[in-house]
């Protein structure tokens, strides 16, 4: 098999490329990356010295794809399939890469800086920082709650890359700063998204992991 992609389940920048597979039955052979095994590791950072995931290797095209947005991109341009993750129309295809980024830096991140904050050493954490990323979090969590009242999905009737993003970035965010009760229209929107036949395979295959993720 052509495509081989290097990931871990619980990771959300894993889960929305592996989204993407799953939305388009892309066939590739999955390689679960353990950071914390040496050997895991090792081999991780000799295909990708950075030893950031995911990563998706092709070996028929002989490319090493990092990053999670590029490697739909790629998917999209070497690997069609029906679900057209980044429109054909340059209109809609700037629109979703700006909410696929708006995820990415305004949620995930965000949820990111408040998780890690809670396992480091009681003398290392970030009381400011973390008081800053819950800030940042209630203003994008607003801005999808807005967004939502009109639209199916992030841009509209489509499911898009930008959805791809949108699903672990609400859902951790939902764990961290649940927002059911404040914010219906991104509850609804949650739902929905959790209800979509790749991601609930994509969370199924999480839910092992789940212990880990500091609550």
């Keep these: 098999m052509s495509l081989t992609f290097h990931f871990h389940p619980l990771s959300s920048f894993c889960q929305k490329a592996l989204i993407a597979l799953y939305e388009n039955d892309t066939p590739f052979t999955p390689q679960i990356v353990n950071l914390g095994e040496a050997a895991s590791r090792a081999a ?18 002989d490319r090493t794809v990092p990053e999670a947005s590029v490697i739909v991109e790629y998917l999209a341009l070497h690997y069609p399939g029906a679900a057209r993750l980044v429109p054909a129309d340059p209109e809609l295809a700037w629109q979703t890469r700006l909410a696929d980024r708006f995820y990415d830096l305004y949620i995930n991140e965000v949820v990111g800086k408040i ?101």
């Design 115 to 215: 998780v890690t904050d809670r396992l480091r050493p009681a003398d290392r954490h970030d009381p400011q920082g973390v008081e800053q990323a819950r800030a940042l979090l209630q203003t994008a969590l607003g801005m999808v709650e807005q967004q939502m009242a009109t639209r199916q999905w992030a841009i509209g009737d489509a499911f898009t890359l930008a959805d791809c993003a949108a699903a672990p970035a609400l859902f951790y965010a939902n764990l961290v700063a649940p927002f059911g009760e404040s914010h219906k229209n991104a509850a609804a929107y949650l739902a929905r998204l959790q209800a979509r036949p790749s991601y609930a395979r994509t969370a199924k295959e999480a839910e092992p992991y789940l212990s880990m993720f500091p609550r």
């Design 44 to 61: 991780f950072t000799k295909l990708w010295p950075i030893g950031k995931m995911p990563v998706l290797r092709d070996e028929a095209r």
